[in-house]
């Protein structure tokens, strides 16, 4: 007789036909909610079966209740979610005498070709205070019957778990917070991701199973039971919690099957194709853009963070609403308009606030005093809003109040509160093209209204920074004259971006023209804020260019014309390129913006020199020869014909060290030196100059698997070189280990000295690298000025990053016997703007080797 197939076998089977119905079904109704709960159901029975086998094969009946947790117990079951099972008994003991039918269990669902965990636990467990539990206990929420006793499951449901979730609610709303709060810093706390990450980043899944949460452990401590599924939330927020939960589902089970593993992230190609598929859609939406899909994605993330912060708010402790409210003297805080309870704000006279002069009162108490609007303040703002919008407050009475309120230290999170409920876009219409918009950038992490917002923090964070380099920019604000117009500069110069993305300078001060008019602002007033708009990318431009080099700052200086608007512009720029995500103002570039608008200052003042000459009665050289008297002469021809920039970003002692080892050539043509900094290495090469030299060094940091953020190369008129390289350690090779420092430093001097093979590490390093990014499709820019400095001709490269990119181009500028004068390289998240000046045979570079170095880098930069 045939031998009958083992169970597995036939599940598989089962498994592999039902889920490719429920992939067919997907694909063409795009329904990921329904494809989850069919999933899960699939599942279900697959686990059910699975157990009557083994249980049926017991030597003893089990006294436990197999059941469903995370996404099996929320019945969200996507494509490559793991499927977690507890098998509980009433004690961890009993539960752990069925640990062989538990890894049966497990095996068969392996075999089936399904990833699941099943964990033996105890009902004991729960019911003993233990701080350490409350994700085992918050996993209970999701609790739900698969196999086993039913009696144990009811007696569970109905009585046990309310009980523990009733006592411990205080301590597990207390852990949620600091979840949430923990995971919402890792995303710089906004959901205006450019890509964000569907189940972590702020407003995403994880955040609409916390509101669920939240929302089932309030109706436990009110009612002591279960409430209805269909019912978690307030009747105002069901209909927008549903949609979410469907458009996350859609999107979610969308990126599992294009990613083929539990994958998240909502890139901009996986934008492109939601979008074009309807993904989350109502049938009949018609045609997308991936941005006006995106607009779709923020407005149910935005619907979930509201609300999951709204209930986080309103469940910290047992006690009533009505008596928190009495403890108003807790705050300090209560006129005949608010109440102020544990940093929320309620308004005393609801009924009067369809006169805007009280909601402006309002939200000046957030922008000086740091509060925030209660949830029930919140609601009777939402209210009110279509009075509002048919009797808004005029243009004069608007800028009264944001003059009032943008210079204060939390006029960000006004202005946040303010979006979120539809009023700032109400009152100043112009914002509005911004609203969750996300245009593609790779130096850019967030909307363009998450970025002007934060722009605004950055500024008036000014004044609190602990920080040293952030003094002087706060100086400098502290001197503004007007610094009201400077912050409305930054909240309307993007609004062109709404119009014309790819050119928005002119559309931004069109709107801001028309909406300056609206306000009624004084035309010198208007005049100031349309030109800090016009000429905000100025100093940030002036960055990728010789920013001692007194032609640069001479320019800068004439376009600008006063000292007042070049400080607006320099905070301008600090502010604006901090917000472009949080890694773009680095140190470095922070320093060099506060040089290039000293070195603009001292134009106004007449005092800038071109030229370092080792003979000059200058303040850093008569320094210098007071430290060095006895070498005289030497130094004075150490000096002679290096560029002014050297003198000016090194310190007086390193100039010295810097001397000291040319002064060594004659014993080591190699002369090294290596520091480390609080945010990165150092490395000073001096040597004399030979063709390759800058490559060569670029080349050996790549092959030692360091990325280079900034480097420098200066020669002076007898052919010496001082070349520095800051860079990272991405592998931690150097941290806390001197011998890993001398093995550095000999590697780097045996490849300068010709005794390593440096193809050869760099392709070894190369094959070495897991972790390489995406390439992009975007090709390299690459622009040439022969007209901003007298001697050299200026190349700007702008590029996706990647290991070894320093010496590939400086390799094809050997390659074409080019020289660099000086080498300005930056990095702004996966983008690299590295800008060289080189010479020829002593002088510019002429047009046809600019051509060839275009073709060439193009190529090199292409493969």
Request: aromatic share 8%.
């Amino acid at each position: 007789m045939p031998t009958e197939p083992p169970l597995s076998s036939e599940l598989q089977k089962q498994y592999e036909a039902e889920s490719a119905r429920l992939l067919q079904e997907f694909s063409a109704a795009k329904d990921g909610l329904n494809y989850t709960r069919q999933r899960s159901s699939l599942v279900d029975s697959i686990v059910r079966r699975l157990w009557a086998q083994i249980a049926a094969s017991l030597a003893e009946p089990a006294p436990i209740v197999v059941a469903a947790v995370g996404d099996l117990g929320r019945q969200t079951l996507f494509p490559y979610s793991e499927i977690e099972i507890l098998v509980l008994a009433e004690t961890l003991e009993v539960a752990q005498r069925f640990g062989a039918a538990t890894q049966q269990l497990m095996h068969g669902m392996s075999e089936v070709g399904l990833r699941c965990t099943a964990t033996p636990v105890g009902v004991s467990d729960f019911i003993q205070s233990d701080s350490d539990r409350a994700e085992a206990i918050l996993s209970l929420l999701d609790f739900r019957f698969l196999s086993g006793d039913e009696e144990q499951f009811r007696n569970l449901r109905s009585r046990i778990f309310p009980e523990i979730m009733v006592r411990e609610a205080h301590a597990l709303v207390e852990h949620l917070a600091e979840v949430t709060r923990t995971s919402h810093r890792k995303f710089a706390n906004t959901i205006f991701h450019l890509e964000p990450n569907v189940r972590d980043a702020p407003g995403g899944f994880q955040d609409y199973v916390t509101a669920r949460w939240l929302a089932v452990l309030s109706a436990m401590e009110k009612n002591g039971s279960w409430p209805e599924p269909d019912s978690l939330f307030l009747p105002a927020s069901q209909p927008a919690m549903d949609a979410a939960l469907a458009f996350f589902a859609s999107v979610r089970t969308f990126l599992h099957f294009r990613n083929k593993r539990d994958f998240n992230l909502l890139t901009w190609d996986a934008q492109d194709d939601a979008a074009s598929q309807g993904i989350g859609l109502p049938p009949s939406s018609g045609s997308y853009s991936a941005t006006e899909w995106m607009r779709v994605y923020f407005s149910h993330a935005r619907a979930v963070e509201h609300i999951s912060s709204q209930l986080l708010e309103e469940m910290p402790a047992a006690q009533s609403l009505f008596y928190r409210q009495l403890e108003t003297w807790r705050t300090g805080f209560s006129d005949e308009d608010f109440s102020v309870v544990d940093g929320l704000i309620f308004f005393q006279k609801p009924e009067e606030l369809s006169d805007p002069a009280l909601i402006f009162r309002a939200f000046r108490l957030i922008a000086r005093r740091g509060f925030k609007l209660s949830p029930t303040a919140e609601h009777q703002l939402e209210q009110v809003r279509p009075h509002l919008a048919e009797r808004p407050p005029s243009g004069p009475e608007f800028w009264r109040f944001l003059d009032d309120v943008l210079p204060e230290a939390h006029a960000a999170d006004t202005l946040r509160a303010m979006h979120s409920l539809r009023l700032l876009t109400l009152f100043l219409p112009e914002f509005a093209g911004t609203d969750a918009l996300a245009l593609r950038d790779v130096s850019h992490r967030f909307t363009v209204d998450e970025q002007t917002q934060r722009a605004i923090e950055n500024l008036n964070a000014l004044r609190q920074s602990k920080f040293k380099w952030d003094e002087r920019y706060a100086g400098i604000l502290g001197e503004l004259d007007q610094p009201e117009l400077l912050h409305l500069a930054i909240l309307l110069h993007d609004t062109g971006k709404g119009v014309a993305p790819v050119d928005p300078i002119p559309a931004s001060l069109e709107v801001a023209g028309k909406c300056l008019a609206r306000l009624d602002l004084p035309e010198a007033d208007r005049e100031t804020v349309l030109f800090l708009i016009a000429h905000h990318q100025d100093l940030g431009a002036g960055l990728r260019r010789d920013i001692f080099d007194p032609r640069t700052v001479s320019q800068f200086a004439e376009s600008i014309g006063s000292p007042e608007l070049l400080k607006m512009l320099c905070l301008f720029t600090y502010a604006d390129i901090k917000a472009v995500n949080p890694e773009a103002l680095t140190p470095w570039k922070a320093e060099d913006l506060w040089q290039l608008y000293i070195g603009t200052a001292n134009y106004f003042n007449r005092s800038v020199d071109e030229r370092v000459r080792g003979d000059a009665n200058d303040e850093v050289l008569n320094h210098l020869r007071s430290l060095a008297a006895a070498a005289g002469q030497k130094l004075q021809t150490f000096l002679d014909g290096l560029p002014l920039r050297y003198l000016r970003t090194h310190p007086v002692d390193e100039i010295l060290r810097h001397f000291e080892m040319a002064g060594r050539l004659s014993q080591d043509p190699v002369q090294l030196a290596l520091k480390r900094s609080r945010h990165w290495y150092e490395l000073t090469v001096v040597m004399k100059d030979r063709p390759r030299l800058f490559s060569t060094v670029a080349g050996a940091l790549a092959a030692c698997g360091m990325n280079i953020g900034k480097a420098g190369a200066f020669s002076n008129a007898g052919g010496t070189v001082v070349d520095t390289f800051s860079f990272t350690d991405r592998y931690r090779t150097l941290e806390m280990n001197l011998p890993a420092w001398e093995r550095f430093k000999t590697t780097v001097h045996d490849v300068l000295a010709g005794r390593r093979d440096l193809k050869r590490m760099l392709r070894e390093r190369l094959e070495m690298e897991k972790d390489q990014p995406e390439k992009s499709d975007r090709p390299p820019q690459i622009q040439f000025d022969n007209e901003c400095s007298a001697h050299s001709t200026l190349i700007e490269v702008i590029t996706q990053d990647r290991p070894g990119l320093l010496y590939r181009i400086s390799s094809v500028f050997a390659q074409q016997e080019c020289n660099i004068d000086i080498a300005l390289i930056d990095t702004e998240g996966h983008t690299a703007i590295d800008v060289f000046y080189l010479t020829s045979a002593g002088g510019k570079l002429a047009p046809e080797l600019q051509e060839r170095l275009r073709e060439s880098l193009a190529k090199e930069l292409s493969d």
